[in-house]
T-cell receptor, first 113, second 115 residues
Framework: GNSVTQMEGPVTLSEEAFLTINCTYT??????LFWYVQYPGEGLQLLLK?????DKGSNKGFEATYRKETTSFHLEKGSVQVSDSAVYFC????????????FGTGTRLTIIP | KAGVTQTPRYLIKTRGQQVTLSCSPI?????VSWYQQTPGQGLQFLFE???????NKGNFPGRFSGRQFSNSRSEMNVSTLELGDSALYLC??????????????FGPGTRLTVL
């Protein structure tokens, strides 16, 4: 079945540091890949997505590239801010005609001023 | 446009009781999915409804059930509650299920505590 393996947290960085959160996946076919963010006390918000190999998703300074050869979708940001503190989830949809998302375990990110 | 709304936001029940959670999707969205979020198991898919039909179901016991109404609102029910059912239950809706550019929008969740 499908699975997503995500970098264990928590991750603590200083403001303006470079961020990488690793994500690898196992899936049949050609899944779509997503990064969701969850702020304290809230639901999930879609951060970025990519639907085919070599696509780069980007939003709010975050980027991730769909690498089929390494089955990876690592999240990066060049300069993090305190407001980026949240839990980040990598997810995939198998595109087999349903909306089921398979999530990674989540990575808690804390940015200190 | 209003987002996905879930009611109630917080709920406390005791073991053996049953509970019903409600989700109102974004206007025009016909697909609704439910997820359970716990510290131990993370985010797990419960089921998906589209046009009042369950299209997909996760690996949960039969105590977990759901339905969707003609206005696309959805409810999920958990019977004979167990301590392990304590979780954040998230609902998501989408407009173009099955399409590559489809996006799912999540509600704020219902926090269920079973005592």
């Amino acid at each position: 079945g499908n699975s997503v393996t995500q970098m264990e947290g928590p991750v603590t960085l200083s403001e303006e540091a470079f961020l990488t959160i690793n994500c690898t996946y196992t899936a049949t076919g050609y899944p779509s890949l997503f990064w969701y963010v969850q702020y304290p006390g809230e639901g999930l918000q879609l951060l970025l997505k990519a639907t085919k190999a070599d696509d780069k998703g980007s939003n709010k300074g975050f980027e991730a590239t769909y690498r089929k050869e390494t089955t990876s979708f690592h999240l990066e940001k060049g300069s993090v801010q305190v407001s980026d503190s949240a839990v980040y989830f990598c997810a995939l949809n198998s595109n087999f005609g349903n909306e089921k998302l398979t999530f990674g375990t989540g990575t808690r990110l804390t940015i200190i001023p | 446009k209003a987002g996905v709304t879930q009611t109630p936001r917080y709920l406390i029940k005791t073991r053996g009781q049953q509970v019903t959670l409600s989700c109102s999707p974004i206007s025009g969205h016909r697909s609704v999915s439910w997820y359970q979020q716990t510290p131990g198991q993370g985010l797990q898919f419960l089921f998906e409804y589209f046009s009042e039909t369950q299209r997909n179901k996760g690996n949960f016991p039969g105590r977990f059930s759901g339905r969707q109404f003609s206005n696309s609102r959805s409810e999920m029910n958990v019977s004979t509650l167990e301590l392990g059912d304590s979780a954040l239950y998230l609902c998501a809706s989408s407009a173009k299920p099955g399409q590559l550019n489809n996006e799912q929008f999540f509600g704020p969740g219902t926090r269920l505590t079973v005592l």
